[in-house]
T-cell receptor, first 114, second 112 residues
Framework: DAMVIQNPRYQVTQFGKPVTLSCSQT?????MYWYQQKSSQAPKLLFHYYDKDFNNEADTPDNFQSRRPNTSFCFLDIRSPGLGDAAMYLC?????????????FGPGTRLTVL | DQQVKQNSPSLSVQEGRISILNCDYTNSMFDYFLWYKKYPAEGPTFLISISSIKDKNEDGRFTVFLNKSAKHLSLHIVPSQPGDSAVYFCAASGGGTYKYIFGTGTRLKVLA
């Protein structure tokens, strides 16, 4: 089955210690998104890649970076995690960004910062 | 400033009855709306969508209604089943962007 995979499902890191979250997709979609979701809040878009073009949301902290080495993989790097970065991180894909497409989500990575 | 609001954090409904989940939005430029369903330990999955050119879209037991003048949409599930117990998110897009703004979700519990 075509799908969106996120690894690890649970990640524990220490305050200030860099961490990388991984997302891969077998859908061959052009667009990959990273969302942050805190408890009882709406998923918040951090950035997206349309093919190789990176698009950062205006209010995404500089602490958050992303890489997309190929169509299938996308990484979220948190350079110096703070306690406020503890959240569920959702990766999603869609076929295109130039029209209304549904987004396909991975199961998420729950990040704990100690 | 929350542009998409789901004011009911939770809802309980008896099996076989209708579930109605509500969503309000503030941006009049939104013209496309989706509902997602999320089970624990899984990512959200797409359920149903509606464009602003319609006021209703139906897919099996699920119907979404859009009231543009009230900036309100609702998801009706009839009849409700225990397997429908999940968190439901509405999302909206428009105004020249195809990015989605999500609501905070409503947790539906269908009681057997």
């Amino acid at each position: 089955d075509a799908m969106v995979i996120q690894n690890p499902r649970y990640q524990v890191t220490q305050f200030g210690k860099p961490v990388t979250l991984s997302c891969s997709q077998t859908l061959n979609h052009n667009v990959m998104y990273w969302y942050q979701q805190k408890s009882s809040q709406a998923p918040k878009l951090l950035f997206h890649y349309y093919d190789k073009d990176f698009n950062n949301e205006a209010d995404t902290p500089d602490n958050f970076q992303s890489r997309r080495p190929n169509t299938s993989f996308c990484f979220l790097d948190i350079r110096s995690p703070g306690l406020g970065d503890a959240a569920m991180y959702l990766c999603a894909t869609s076929r295109d960004i130039r029209e209304y497409n549904e987004q396909f989500f991975g199961p998420g990575t729950r990040l704990t910062v100690l | 400033d929350q542009q998409v609001k789901q004011n009911s954090p939770s809802l309980s409904v008896q099996e076989g009855r209708i579930s109605i989940l509500n969503c309000d939005y503030t941006n009049s430029m939104f013209d496309y709306f989706l509902w997602y369903k999320k089970y624990p330990a899984e990512g959200p999955t797409f359920l149903i969508s509606i464009s602003s050119i319609k006021d209703k879209n139906e897919d099996g037991r699920f119907t979404v209604f859009l009231n543009k003048s009230a900036k309100h949409l609702s998801l009706h599930i009839v009849p409700s089943q225990p397997g429908d117990s999940a968190v439901y998110f509405c999302a909206a897009s428009g105004g020249g962007t195809y990015k989605y703004i999500f609501g905070t979700g409503t947790r539906l519990k269908v009681l057997a």
